[in-house]
């Protein structure tokens, strides 16, 4: 059931002309998926690298040092023309995710995090995206295809069994603020949010940071088995 979940959310999240052909099976989904990537990793190859994983590995994590330190302070610009300062978001938890739409894992996580945002939103909690510069019309198609998706009976089923929350028939939305980091691909000058200031060498990575703006817990790679471990740390920041 999972990889069939799996491969489902791949397949209906992965571009736009899968969307529009509608009637592409998951296994001619998945293969142009991948042939994606492979052109993207190679248009990539000069660039600064990033692995994009499932593989949640905190003990190689580069930036596994910075948990218990004050969170590096940003401000990008944000989908509604205006500039977000994580420093403003100070007395609550804030849960930062570092994606990018081309990569598989992240695309999973969309959902969940969408999920999260709608447990724990009116309690002090928000989600934060903080995509890799791909502008801000690809980050909005991409939101719609999502919340598409979510809308449908059979992906309430899933997140309703996900949430241990039987009869769920919500709309969720990827309603959290969205920022783009710019500066990204002057990451090889150690510039930027993600690989200049938080230490990213694989996506999506997930840094949560405390009502006192100190990083509690981060995380890189997703699958959908670390649900429970996110909620347990989000609950845990909220309480203190």
Not at 94 to 106: E, I, K, R
Request: net charge neutral; glycine share 8%.
């Amino acid at each position: 059931m999972k990889k069939t979940i799996y491969f489902f959310i791949l397949a209906i999240l992965t571009t736009t002309s899968l969307h529009a052909t509608g009637g592409a099976t998951l296994e001619s989904a998945s293969d142009s998926m991948q042939a994606l990537l492979e052109t993207r990793r190679h248009a990539q190859a000069k660039k600064p690298r990033i692995i994009y994983t499932t593989n949640i590995d905190e003990a190689t994590d580069p930036g596994a040092d910075m948990v218990g330190k004050l969170a590096p302070d940003f401000t990008l610009p944000g989908s509604d023309g205006k500039d977000i300062t994580l420093s403003s978001f100070r007395g609550k938890v804030v849960l930062l995710d570092f994606w990018a739409t081309w990569c598989g894992p992240c695309r999973l996580a969309s959902p969940v995090m969408a999920m999260l945002n709608h447990l724990y939103k009116d309690k002090g909690f928000v989600v934060i995206g903080v995509n890799l510069r791909e502008g801000f019309a690809a980050v909005e198609h991409y939101k719609g295809l999502v919340e598409e998706w979510m809308a449908k009976p059979r992906s309430k089923r899933w997140a309703a069994d996900l949430m241990g929350q039987p009869g769920f028939d919500i709309n969720l939305k990827l309603d959290y603020p969205t920022v783009i980091d710019l500066d990204y691909p002057a990451a090889v000058d150690d510039e930027g949010v993600y690989r200049g200031k938080y230490k990213g060498e694989s996506i999506p990575l997930f840094v949560l940071v405390g009502k006192d703006g100190k990083i509690a817990w981060r995380s890189t790679g997703f699958s959908h088995d670390q649900f429970p471990k996110f909620r347990a740390e989000i609950e845990a920041a909220l309480a203190k």
